[in-house]
């Protein structure tokens, strides 16, 4: 079965800490990548994605991703995270099935980052 | 601009009783989804819908209904509530494209007493 896995459920950081997220998800076909936050209280927004192209991608407020297709892996990174990037990050897969698409969630980690 | 709104924000119901959370989106997307969130479970599908008159179960679908009369709403019923439907549901919608991302409602939160 299709599933994505995040390895770290709670990270702690300080301030200007490098930070990296762990994603894998197990689909042999084609795939589409994405990072959420929701920030505390809030909604899930998109900080960044990958369709095709360059595996390195940017997204916003600094963070970074780099699918590696040999490793089914998207790991998040930012190289100096702030006390305003404390939130929850989710990794997703959309893959298809079929004739359908279907976006496939990780659990989710949770980032605390101590001024 | 195009936007994705779920009503209520807040409610408080009793066991037993039938709950309507409202989705609305202007962004005439096809795809629309609703999750509930807990913690410890991340986002869990609960229905989902590919198109008008289109729906189909998650994961989690048990004691929940959808019905998508229109293109931009997919009200989420739960048919008697109960405690273990206290939960943070958050609605979703995508054009249905495979290189698009979905975009998400602010959220209800939801205690059943």
């Known amino acids: 079965a299709q599933s994505v896995s995040q390895h770290n459920h709670h990270v702690i950081l300080s301030e200007a800490a490098s930070l990296e997220l762990g994603c894998n998800y197990s689909?042999?076909?084609?795939?589409?990548l994405f990072w959420y936050v929701q920030y505390p209280g809030q909604h899930l927004q998109l900080l960044l994605k990958y369709f095709s192209g360059d595996p390195l991608v940017k997204g916003i407020k600094g963070f970074e991703a780099e699918f590696i297709k040999s490793k089914f892996s998207f790991n998040l990174r930012k190289p100096s995270v702030q006390w305003s990037d404390t939130a929850e990050y989710f990794c997703?897969?959309?893959?298809?099935?079929?004739?359908?698409?279907?976006?496939?969630w990780g659990l989710g980690t949770s980032l605390a980052v101590n001024p | 601009d195009a936007e994705i709104t779920q009503s209520p924000r807040h409610k408080i119901t009793e066991t037993g009783r039938q709950v309507t959370l409202a989705c609305h989106q202007t962004?005439?997307?096809?795809?629309m989804f609703w999750y509930r969130q807990d913690l410890g479970h991340g986002l869990r599908l609960i229905h989902y819908s590919y198109g008008v008159q289109d729906t189909n179960k998650g994961e989690v679908s048990d004691g929940y209904s959808v019905s998508r009369s229109n293109t931009e709403d997919l009200p989420l019923t739960l048919e008697s509530a109960a405690s273990s439907q206290t939960s943070v549901y958050f609605c979703a919608s995508s054009d249905g494209r495979m290189n698009t991302e979905a975009f998400f409602g602010q959220g209800t939160r939801l205690t059943v007493v």
């Open positions: 689909y042999g076909g084609t795939v589409n």
């Open positions: 962004w005439n997307h096809n795809n």
């Open positions: 997703a897969v959309n893959a298809y099935a079929g004739n359908n698409r279907k976006l496939i």
